[in-house]
Nanobody, 126 residues
């Protein structure tokens, strides 16, 4: 069973940057498509970015394109989400999620993912 642990959230000002981490200890994340999602108060959870386990480039939501970067560090068994030029609309709980190994291509759709972390809070003040 894969357990995902997010970290790196916090309270920042508009224009600042944060780097979120999604780590696992039991298995190698190399074999999993990983997605980052967020949920703002009173809103549905939405996809932010994802990275496939196979070939293919990362995927970004239009709202974060050019500001967020997803990457893997296989040596650390961690997937990062580098967030820059943050604005108050980026506020929410950020979750990472893993698809089952047979699903090698990522997408920003919740049903694709079976395993979810507990989330990390990101708050951006204006």
């Amino acid at each position: 069973q894969v357990t995902l642990v997010e970290s790196g959230g916090g309270l920042v000002q508009a224009g600042d940057s944060l780097r979120l981490s999604c780590a696992a200890s039991e298995v190698s994340l190399d074999y999993y498509a990983i997605g980052w999602f967020r949920q703002a108060p009173g809103k549905e959870r939405e996809g932010v970015s994802c990275i496939s386990s196979a070939h293919g480039g990362p995927v970004y939501a239009d709202s974060v394109m050019g500001r967020f970067t997803i990457s893997r560090d296989n040596a650390k068994n961690t997937v990062f989400l580098q967030m820059s030029s943050l604005n108050p609309e980026d506020t929410g709980v950020y979750y990472c999620a893993a698809a089952r190994p047979s699903v090698r291509t990522c997408a920003l759709t919740l049903p694709r993912y079976d395993i979810w972390g507990q989330g990390t809070q990101v708050t951006v003040s204006s």
